[in-house]
């Protein structure tokens, strides 16, 4: 049911969402009522979580400032409000509260669109950013708010939300209003600290946009978390060797790459990098080893491997008089 009535000259629209609910349960909270998981806890709030009352279309700053101060960083709304409002929008957009996290140096994860891997994430001590559409598709309300607890007995979720510190919701309904907010749910950790819902990929694309963001001991901090729980993604470990390099740490560096070799002797990216360090280190024979390895094994960057290799001859050449 829409409700529209004026107030103040302006018109405000009130939207009854419990009249959206319907009667069944939206599928994944069906299945996680009928047949909750044996591993996750019943109920679980986070209870240190702060909370930031929300200022009308300011709900995005609100949240992010909760999701940070949860990571370990101290601030206030007000201080984001430049960098994730839009007035124009009058509010803020997924893009904007990612960028703003990893400009605070932390890490920015975005969970798949699965219920249980939210509750999860909670189980573990990680609040969860949220966008929900709390009107309909044809008159969306968007609002962000922040996931800090749950209840499987109760079928409900605990947020911080607008103005309520522990606005509790049923299941049902916080899933179509998250459903018809794309399932956008957001993890803002310390670098180094890992969801138990992670996969390598997801984690890679977040740990990589740490660097291209010119957070590079964050990024490097994230990369070696990453390498560590998954030794054999050649992605994390080129993700770690790149930025030490970028670092200025060359050894480090090189180890990052052979430990990429070790269980993929036949990747010719980390061949062609660790001949680069190589170079560099100075140590001219082994570099030509690698770097004709990377020729060797060819691959779409094989022009980039060739240069290298030249460039480790030419080096040869001048040592030894040529």
């Known amino acids: 049911m829409l409700a529209v009535v004026t107030r103040g000259g302006r018109r405000v629209v009130l939207l009854a969402v419990l009249a959206l609910a319907g009667c069944a349960a939206p599928p994944q909270t069906a299945r996680l009522l009928q047949e909750p998981p044996r591993d996750l806890p019943p109920a679980v709030e986070l209870v240190r979580v702060p909370f930031f009352p929300q200022e009308d279309y300011q709900c995005g700053p609100a949240a992010l400032a909760t999701v940070l101060g949860a ?160 030794p054999g993604s050649a992605i994390l470990g080129m993700g770690l060797g790149n930025v030490l390099y970028a670092l200025g740490r060359r050894q480090d560096a090189a180890a990052a790459f052979r430990a990429v070799l070790d269980r993929r002797p036949g990747y010719a990216p980390a061949h062609n990098n660790l001949a680069q360090v190589l170079l560099e280190l100075g140590e001219l024979a082994a570099a030509r080893r690698h770097a004709r390895r990377a020729v060797a094994l060819g691959g779409p960057h094989q022009a980039v491997y060739r240069e290298t290799l030249a460039e480790v001859e030419a080096a040869l050449a001048r040592r030894d008089g040529g």
């Open 71 to 230: 990571s370990g960083l101290d601030i206030d709304p007000a201080a984001l409000v430049p960098q994730v409002y839009l007035p124009g929008r009058r509010g803020s957009l997924q893009v904007e509260l990612v960028a703003a996290a990893r400009r605070h140096g932390r890490l920015a994860y975005t969970l798949a669109p699965r219920l249980e891997d939210l509750l999860r994430e909670v189980a573990a001590g990680h609040p969860v950013l949220v966008l929900q559409n709390l009107g309909t598709d044809w008159y969306p309300v968007w609002h962000f708010a922040v996931v800090a607890g749950y209840d499987l007995a109760r079928g409900e979720v605990v947020l911080r939300s607008g103005r309520r510190p522990r606005h509790r919701v049923t299941l049902g309904l916080f899933e179509r209003t998250w459903a018809r907010g794309g399932h956008f749910a957001l993890l803002v950790l310390p670098p180094g600290e890992l969801g138990p819902t992670f996969t390598p990929d997801r984690y890679a694309r977040a740990a990589a946009a740490l660097e291209q963001a010119g957070r590079l001991e964050a990024a490097r901090a994230a990369y070696a978390a990453g390498a560590a729980r998954w």
